[in-house]
């Protein structure tokens, strides 16, 4: 009997070096096996990753003249229905969960960050905020759809190498099935991190990146152990502030006009500026990213929303 897929895998002993040993582990093995296909050919280059909730970012600019407009009566008539409606989206269940940011800036006044199980219940929410007589007064500055993804940089190597040991062949059925058992694994490991509450701290920072792909550096272009190391390096700088900030990290290649979403929660808004300032030194950000828009801003419990707007 063959053991299933990825029961070997949480024992890290054989493949504990770096890709490229792995490789040099790899190749007489691959050689005998395929000897017509090259070693890169038959490693897939994109890093294993696992996802959880889909994201929703809705920056809006509150209509101050429209509203001002308003009787008082008028106002907390549509106040009213917003807390209810806003007031049970606010609750963490299960995953199912939006926060309200009041934004710095002229880049919005309000951003609503929904956490959801799916894109079809995002557009559940962003349909059930729309209907508010509130979303009058609201008008759509930008937004920003991801998916909470976590990169297997560290572990991708070891299994993509476990599976060329056992002979199987990339993109095989059995590769295939292989490659889930690892990835569902990991999933239930992780769960916590993929399904998160919205952080509470007081502040949120949230800007788009991407990786650069021009003509003389481009990420994508790297090897695979390359940006292993790089993304190692990267991390260990990230968890120096462990303690201070909470970084989610959202996919968006495929949804969005920029390739990941960083949201960063702390109490402190110094914080932002001290960690992204330290990570432009770091190889990964100093050669390779490429930043969108950055927004941030105070967390407004819906219970404060009234006041937030009271004239
Ligand atoms: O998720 C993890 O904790 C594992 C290590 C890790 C990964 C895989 C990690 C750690 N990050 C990962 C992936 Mn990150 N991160 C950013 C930015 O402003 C900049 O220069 C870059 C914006 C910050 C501030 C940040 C913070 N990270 C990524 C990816 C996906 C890239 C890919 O897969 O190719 C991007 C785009 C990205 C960008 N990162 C951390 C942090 C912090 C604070 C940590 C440590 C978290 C902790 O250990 O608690």
Request: aromatic share 12%; charged share 25%; proline share 6%.
């Amino acid at each position: 009997m063959p053991k299933p897929w990825g029961a070997g895998f949480s024992q890290r002993t054989r493949f504990s070096g770096s890709w490229g040993a792995a490789v040099n582990a790899v190749v007489p093995i691959m050689k005998r096996m395929i000897p017509e296909m090259p070693i890169e050919v038959s490693l897939p280059p994109v890093p294993l990753t696992v996802e959880g909730a889909s994201l929703l970012h809705q920056m809006m600019r509150f209509r101050w003249p429209a509203w001002r407009a308003l009787d008082s009566a008028a106002r907390s008539g549509i106040l009213r229905e917003a807390e209810v409606v806003l007031g049970a989206m606010e609750k963490p269940a299960d995953g199912r969960q939006t926060a309200l940011f009041s934004l710095l800036g002229h880049k919005g006044d309000l951003m609503f960050v929904h956490f959801r199980k799916s894109f079809e219940e995002l557009e559940r929410a962003q349909r059930e905020l729309a209907r508010l007589r509130l979303s009058d007064y609201l008008e759509p500055a930008s937004s920003y759809l991801s998916i909470i993804e976590l990169g297997l940089y560290e572990s991708s190597s070891d299994t993509y190498a476990e599976l060329a040991r056992g002979g199987i062949k990339p993109y095989s059925e059995e590769w295939k099935n292989g490659i889930e058992a690892v990835l569902e694994r990991h999933r239930k490991a992780m769960a916590p991190r993929l399904w998160p509450e919205v952080p509470g701290a007081k502040y949120i920072c949230f800007y788009p990146m991407d990786r650069r792909r021009g003509e003389s550096k481009n990420w994508y272009r790297e090897s695979m152990s390359d940006r292993q190391r790089m993304m190692k390096e990267h991390g260990l700088i990230g968890r120096r502030y462990a303690g201070e900030v909470r970084q989610i990290i959202s996919g968006s290649i495929g949804f969005d006009d920029w390739e990941w979403g960083v949201d960063l929660f702390a109490e402190d808004p110094l914080v932002f500026k001290k960690l992204i300032y330290e990570m432009r030194f770091d190889e990964v950000s100093a050669v390779y990213a490429l930043f969108g828009t950055f927004y941030v801003g105070l967390r407004l419990p819906v219970a404060q929303l009234g006041t937030c707007l009271s004239m």
